[in-house]
């Protein structure tokens, strides 16, 4: 059984490929919350200028060189992290690399060294970290990428190794469950992340590689990686394009086939821009040292990935949004409504008023000429006319009690009309002298 995790400023944090990218992110990020952090990398020189500046900032902070596809380097870090903390109680395998190739392009060699750093690094970090996390307790990240549930030309040797970590990990974590482990396992798939992953991967084009867009900023994704230390989580998608991606891939996969062979052919390369002069970072330690890349990124905060890690207050922030609107808009209908017909019964007022003041004169000679015969009428209609006026009034007073009948702020238009209509009977008495 899983048990709860400790506060941040509690933990001590293993950090695979730590000296670039999402890995320098984090730690840096992880020291700054007052967790105590294992940085491993394969660059020496990287990890001690990392580590004095997290020091120099009142963090703590350790290093191990290692390659993380040598089961032995990986071992030492663990060592590492036992001797110098007592244990450690979150281990994130990030260190990752890449190659811009197509597959029958790509020789065998890169291929395999490949996966011998994307898969097996995280083979090799998740058994030695289970070692201690099944005895204590903790949680193991693995980053994927969105490439583990989507296609991706160019990028086709990486993807795979994605879409290979992704099967090892909820593979594993099933496992774990099966055990009633104490050890929590959790994936984490970037989408395009503004890291020099373009600098540190082999290219086989002659154009210079970049992250395909939409980019975010490698801070979205260590906000992920150290929710996921304190909070349970199964697996976490980090950005919203990338999920739609992932979507678009699930609903409608021709589509997708489509959309992305054209795509990613064009966004993975920049036209016209010659290959960066940088070594074969595949099988030794490139320059290192750098958060960011050289192509800059789309968005530095991310909704979707905020509301997924937080889904109880932003369900409760969208449901007020949503009611707010709702009422504004009820609201605004209804007196946008009332307001027209006020505004038309006015307009038909005027306009009654209008037409009796013009043909005031003619209607009283009518009536003049025909007194006698308009007295017999009303006369022989009185008793009717009083009558219906007595039912409409007490349907009138009905209506107004159970609120069919609209309210103003003072009186009905039922008794404006019946004001207006009375006047307006007065003076054509008083004009024809009845």
């Known amino acids: 059984m899983a048990r709860k995790s400790k506060p941040l400023n509690q933990q001590v944090i293993v950090i695979t490929g730590a000296t670039s990218g999402i890995g320098l992110t984090t730690a840096c990020m992880a020291a700054r919350r007052g967790a105590k952090v294992v940085m491993a990398a394969r660059n020496e020189e990287a990890l001690e200028t990392v580590c004095s500046a997290i020091k120099a900032a009142g963090g703590q902070c ?13 071992a030492k870090i663990a060592e590492v992290a036992n001797t110098t903390y007592g244990g450690f109680d979150t281990w994130v395998n990030n260190a990752g690399i890449g190659a811009y190739a197509k597959l029958e392009e790509m020789s065998d060699e890169d291929h395999q060294k490949l996966f011998q750093t994307n898969y097996w690094g995280v083979v090799y970090g998740s058994t030695e970290a289970l070692k201690t996390l099944k005895k204590r307790g903790g ?66 084009m002659e154009e210079k590689s970049q992250v395909p867009p939409p980019v975010y900023a490698p801070e979205v994704v260590a906000k992920a990686i150290l929710h996921a230390a304190v909070h349970p989580t199964r697996d976490l998608v980090v950005g919203g394009w990338g999920r739609f991606m ?6 409608v996969p021709l589509l997708a086939d489509q959309v992305f062979s054209f795509a990613f052919f064009r966004t993975a390369r920049q036209a016209g821009v010659p290959k960066r002069d940088t070594p074969k970072n595949l ?70 008023g209008r037409y009796l003041s013009s043909h005031g004169h003619d209607a009283g000679r009518y009536l003049g000429s025909h007194a006698s015969e308009a007295g017999r009428y009303a006369s022989t209609h009185a008793r009717d006319a009083g009558r219906y006026l007595s039912d409409t009034a007490a349907d009138h007073g009905l209506g107004r009690q159970r609120g069919w009948l609209p309210r103003w702020d003072n009186r009905s238009w039922w008794e404006r009309g019946y004001d207006n209509a009375r006047d307006a009977a007065q003076r054509l008495r008083n004009r024809v002298g009845l």
């Open 62 to 74: 350790t290093t191990v060189v290692a390659d993380v596809g040598v089961r032995e380097d990986v």
């Open 139 to 204: 949680t193991l990240i693995n980053i994927g990428s969105i490439s583990s549930e989507m296609p991706s030309p160019i990028l086709s040797a990486y993807t795979a190794s994605k879409f290979a970590v992704k099967g090892f990990t909820d593979s594993l974590r099933l496992e774990m469950i099966h055990e009633g482990s104490p050890a929590r396992i959790t994936l984490i798939q970037p989408s395009g992340i503004d890291t020099p992953f373009g600098e540190h991967a082999v290219n086989y």
């Open 246 to 251: 992932i979507a678009l891939t699930r609903t």
């Open 283 to 352: 099988h030794s330690a490139g320059e290192d040292g750098k958060r960011y890349g050289d192509q800059g990124h789309t968005f530095s905060n991310s909704l979707y990935t905020t509301a997924k890690m937080y889904p109880v207050t932003s369900l409760a922030l969208m449901t007020l949004g949503a009611l707010g609107i709702a009422a504004l808009c009820r609201g605004t209908a209804r007196e946008t409504y009332w307001d027209t017909a006020r505004r038309t019964m006015n307009e038909y007022g005027r306009d009654a």
